[in-house]
């Protein structure tokens, strides 16, 4: 015990000096290196020097039009890692870009070292920053391999494996396994390049969902093979971040996001794969059968799921939204997590696909009593609903949400979105006053804990959805196919030329003007019914007006200049302005968030409980 003490303390002292490593890592020559370093890019490589106005497309999540958010693959493939002997440390070079206009990311990245370079290619918005931050470890580490892995990876691998900076991808949802088994052929001394029929390449002919190149630069694609049938070989748990954070002495590379430390939110992750099939969504039942050759979804246990989200609660206060609706896998998951979640005060957001009933609002406020309601309705017009894969009715949504606001959610959000299949710029506007009448019926009554939010469908239909694929049948136009012509198309000066799509329906001018048009009307009625506060409201309006005309002004230089160099000189111009209206455009981000209570991280508690594990650990072996 005298041991557990000492270990405790010393490990209270290290963690408690968190504040003062925030921006500590210049001392990596002091530890061994990692086997594995994960890094994330930013959207755009480099976007502080880009005049590129990205428009309202991260309003609705907690990152920047960077992106800087890494998936939470990234804690999961860590974490297995590590139960098998490696070691790996993230590196948000995003967030590092965005925290530090001097922060020079390729001179930090040649500082790193490890085994391999793994980069993540999931959301298409990174296809031009990740191609880059590849290019630049190979011209520092020549000899280490660079590994990439994602939805977006998975879907463009054939095209992604011929980038000379690329040697590997993993494919598929579930990456944690293949990555193991490559990580290890890597530290045991294979080639990244074997000749052919070399043993070498029989090795990395063996790893499901690996793509590799031979010695002549050859790729191969091994069969997609891998895609277990539950996620209950996996851990989210985010105790292993904080582990590599104090053994890394590098809290600033491992931030999930900009303003996470003021405002921590967190993921738990019920399910890889959905029994929806929305038609521009790459996370559809279709797509996942296609792209990842998941037949049916893979859910996590529902006490497995309950224990994640408990762990999160011991050190943070933050709210941990569960991604998936819980109502999926059948009642008795649902009965089973509400029952291991019993009695848990700290916020909790939870997503319906569909309405639900009284009966489960009111087992869910017995069990999480602050808990969120997100409803993703898309339109006010149920046509328009249908067609986009969401089947059910205007009546039966409101009175999910009279039920959810009766048995004592927190807030419900309610999702609409510019851009879909069958929806006009007059069905936009439709919206709007559907929304309207919602706040009139609630907030108009003094009940305001239902918000609408619209936002754009952008910047890119994903890849492998139904929309993707058979844009003609969907009243889709794409302007982008491939990953290099979406690598070019992020670095457009403004979103409307970003899109990678139009419809039959609405153009990309009309779409934009949709858009800001329909946030303007939104956020005023919002101001209207007192739901935001008069002065954001104000702000926002402000903010809606500048981008509008920066839009039109960016438009003028487009078509009057077709001089690149002048076109280019001429956006700088607008750089400044450009960067003050990229953040919060048609609403504020915080209007997403919820009260918390105490302080927000709680780093001794954070350290208490790696000593336990620890212990626990010790105890067990
Ligand atoms: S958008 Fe539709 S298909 Fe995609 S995850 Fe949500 S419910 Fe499933």
Known sequence: ??????????????????????????????????????????????????????????????????????????????????????????????????????????????????????????????????????????????????????????????????????????????????????????VSGGACRPASGSPDAVVLGSIPNLDWKDSEGLPHANPLSYSPDNLDDLLLDYTHVLKAVVRYRDLASYKPFRNWMRYPITAALSVRGCRYNCITCGGSACTFQAIHNRQKPAYRSPEKLAQDIRRIGEYSEGPVFVLGDIRQPGPQYTERFLDAMSGWKKPVFIELFDAADRTFFDQVARAIPNFTVEISMESHDEAVRRAFGRPYSNAAIERCMDDALAAGCQRLDLFFMTGLKQQTYESVMGTVEYSRTL???????????????????????????????????????????????????????????????????????????????????????????????????????????????????????????????????????????????????????????????????????????????????????
């Open 1 to 186: 015990m005298v041991y557990y003490f000492r270990a405790l303390i010393r490990m209270i002292c290290r963690v408690s000096s968190f504040s003062r490593i925030t921006n500590a890592t210049q001392d990596n020559h002091m530890m061994a290196n990692p086997d594995l370093i994960l890094l994330h890019a930013p959207s755009v490589y480099d976007f502080r020097k880009e005049a590129i106005l990205y428009g309202p497309v991260s309003d609705l999540v907690p990152s920047t039009p960077v992106f800087e958010m890494y998936p939470i693959g990234f804690t999961t493939m860590a974490e297995y890692l590590e139960r098998g002997g490696l070691q790996t440390r993230i590196v948000n070079l995003a967030v590092r870009m965005l925290d530090d206009i001097h922060f020079d990311a390729e001179q930090h990245i040649a500082k790193l070292d490890a085994a391999a370079f793994g980069i993540d290619l999931h959301w298409l918005p990174h296809a031009h920053g990740s191609v880059e931050i590849a290019r630049i470890v190979k011209r520092h580490h020549p000899n280490r391999p660079v590994i990439f892995g994602g939805f977006s990876s998975t879907y463009f691998h054939q095209e992604l494996i011929l980038y000379p900076a690329v040697d590997f991808i993993i494919r598929g949802d579930s990456t944690e396994m293949p990555l193991l088994a490559l990580m290890q052929y890597i």
């Open 439 to 621: 706040l009139a019926r609630y907030a108009g009554q003094g009940e305001k804990r239902l918000i609408p939010f619209i936002s754009p469908l952008a910047p890119f239909l994903d890849p492998g959805s139904r929309a993707f694929e058979e844009p003609e049948k969907h009243g889709y136009r794409l302007f982008a196919r491939t990953l290099e012509e979406h690598r070019q198309a992020l670095l457009a000066p403004s979103w409307k030329y970003v899109l990678n799509y139009e419809t039959v329906w609405m153009n990309r001018d009309q779409i934009v003007a949709a858009t800001y048009e329909a946030g303007r009307r939104m956020n005023l009625i919002k101001g209207e019914y007192n739901v935001i506060d008069a002065q954001i409201a104000a702000a926002t309006d402000r903010r809606i007006a500048s981008a509008s005309q920066l839009i039109t002004e960016i438009d003028e230089i487009v078509a009057h200049t077709p001089d690149p160099l002048e076109r280019q000189r001429q956006l700088h111009l607008l750089k400044q302005h450009v960067d003050d209206a990229n953040l919060s455009t048609v609403c504020d981000k915080r209007e997403l968030e919820v009260a918390m209570r105490g302080t927000r991280i709680n780093m001794l508690q954070a350290a208490a409980l790696m000593v336990r594990d620890w212990w626990q650990e010790k105890v067990q072996s």
